[in-house]
């Protein structure tokens, strides 16, 4: 088995709000779990403890529990962490804010049997067969919203985990309903890997090439690698800054099972 993990914040003078973390349960088989933390706007989120503090104590939680708790199907898994983060600063902070820290989600799992995934929002799931194939996992409904309505905070607000909108992991366990689950025969998976969307923007914003060349580029060159690249083409000064930002936290993950 080969775990490859990188992360590099966007911009250093401020804190990276990805999370990363691989786990190697005693009782064999692994997990991966990759959180991109959701920079709210200027002003108040009812929180006084910022996103960083909220991705580190969600995704230790979701390492833990699927590590630890194979009994418990992933969104279960989900549900409980987002509960138990929640109560963490329920008493300090106002919970039913829209803006409060959030974030997105990806978990992979495997044993002997299979290969278990969840996805929430826009983070990437790439999941390679043994002859190469490569499929995306993707929670897609973010980029349903038009960029123009994005570009509003009032309008992002009203569909911010709300029906019609999109759906991130904050204070609320039910929302783990709405993230995308599977399982896939362990034979049938060689490689897995997960993406921040900096990262995963070399493929789906910049076109520098398909699913299948990203996980190619991460199995020769590792996650750093990747993110190098990414960075390579953000800074090109013609090309127009990626959804608002030219240079975003990105984080990659790459498993060879």
Partial sequence: ???????????????NEDWVSAAIPAS?????????????????DGCAHGVPWFAARLGGRLTELS???????LDQVLAESVRATADAHRGTCDLSHVRTPQATVVVVRWDAQYVEHLVLS????????????????LDD??????????????ATDALRNAEGGFFTAAADPAVAARAVTGRTP????????????GASRWTDTFGQGDWAACLAVLREEGAHGLIGRVRAVE????????RY??????????AEL
């Fill in 1 to 15: 088995m080969r775990i490859d993990l990188a992360s590099a914040p966007g911009h250093p003078e401020r804190p």
């Fill in 28 to 44: 064999g088989g692994g997990v991966l779990v990759v959180l991109d933390g959701v920079t709210p706007p200027a002003g108040d």
């Fill in 67 to 73: 590590g630890s708790r194979r009994d418990m199907p």
């Fill in 122 to 137: 826009d983070s990437v799931l790439l999941l390679e067969t043994p002859a190469g194939g490569v499929t995306a996992v």
């Fill in 141 to 154: 409904r973010l980029d349903r919203v038009p960029r123009e309505v994005l570009g509003s905070v009032a």
């Fill in 186 to 197: 362990r034979g049938r998976v060689r490689a897995v890997a997960a993406l921040t969307d």
């Fill in 235 to 242: 800074s090109d000064p013609a090309r127009p800054s990626a």
């Fill in 245 to 254: 930002k030219r240079h975003d936290d990105a984080s990659a993950v790459y």
